[in-house]
């Protein structure tokens, strides 16, 4: 079995969904939401469909324009069965500087919610790693588990951030025959600590980059991080599975 566990599966996106969920039968998404006007959308394919569970929460991409009802339909949505974490939040830096209180100030907000409902973290950093482990470091619960999406940190930072009980979101960035950085990463690091994901539709891996993504190209991720780890692809969906399971207490 193999667990996406970020993607986004927005009918707008793709001409035929059902297909694409159907590919990954007898294997588990994990949708997440790009916009707080997905909630409701993300709730739906989860009732829906017996193998799709979702992350709600409000992206820093929303920080200046994100309304308290907002915040209180996170909050309402928390409390459904398939909703199992809180994603995807976090920081943002690389479109906006200008607003980086307020982007911290909806990361903690939500933090603290996940701390209250003792719900994962599903992290976006980009450009903003540094005051994303800073503010993780202060305010989340010490046994709360997360996941750093699509961790494009060096070495030094995958081990502070595992440190904070967190895991490391890998997907097709990973299979760019240009990336060193994140090679090197799942080479030091144990699978122990590593997720698979794809972002679907965003972030392709090889051989497919530059078509849209979908969830069952996880296998190429999971491919690569056998061939760089040295091991089955077996080994690989086994122990990145059962990180899956754990972080969002699935029980199946
Ligand atoms: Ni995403």
Redesign the pocket.
């Known amino acids: 079995m193999m667990i996406d566990t ?3 599966l927005d009918s707008k996106d793709y001409d035929n969904i059902e297909e694409v969920i159907k590919h990954m039968e007898n294997n588990i998404m994990i949708v ?1 939401t ?1 916009s707080p006007s997905d909630i409701k959308d993300v709730v739906t394919l989860c009732e829906k469909y017996n193998n799709i569970y979702g992350t709600i929460g409000i992206h820093p991409e929303f920080a200046d324009s994100y309304n308290s009802e907002d915040l209180k339909n996170v909050e309402k949505y928390l409390k459904h069965p398939k909703i199992v974490g809180i994603g ?1 939040v976090g920081l943002d830096y690389h479109y906006r500087q200008d607003n980086k209180e307020k982007q911290k100030e909806l990361f903690i907000k939500q933090i603290n919610l996940a701390n209250s409902y003792h719900k994962p973290l599903v992290i ?1 950093s980009r450009d903003s790693l540094e005051d994303t482990y800073n503010i993780l470091a202060k305010y989340k619960n010490k046994d709360l588990k997360g996941i750093m ?2 961790f494009s940190g060096d070495v030094n930072y995958a081990k502070k951030i595992v440190n904070l009980n967190m895991y490391l979101g890998i997907g097709g960035i990973l299979t760019f025959k240009k990336e060193k950085k994140l090679k090197e990463v799942v080479k030091t690091l144990d699978v122990q600590y590593l997720v698979l994901e794809t ?1 679907s539709p ?1 972030l392709t891996p090889e051989p497919f980059r530059g078509k849209k993504n979908e969830p069952v190209n996880i296998k190429y991720v999971a491919l690569k991080i056998a061939e760089l780890k040295k091991e089955k692809i077996g080994k690989i969906l086994e122990i990145t599975t059962e990180n899956a399971l754990g972080i969002f207490d699935l029980k199946l």
């Open positions: 970020h993607c986004h997440s790009a995807e976006h999406h699509c972002d965003y």
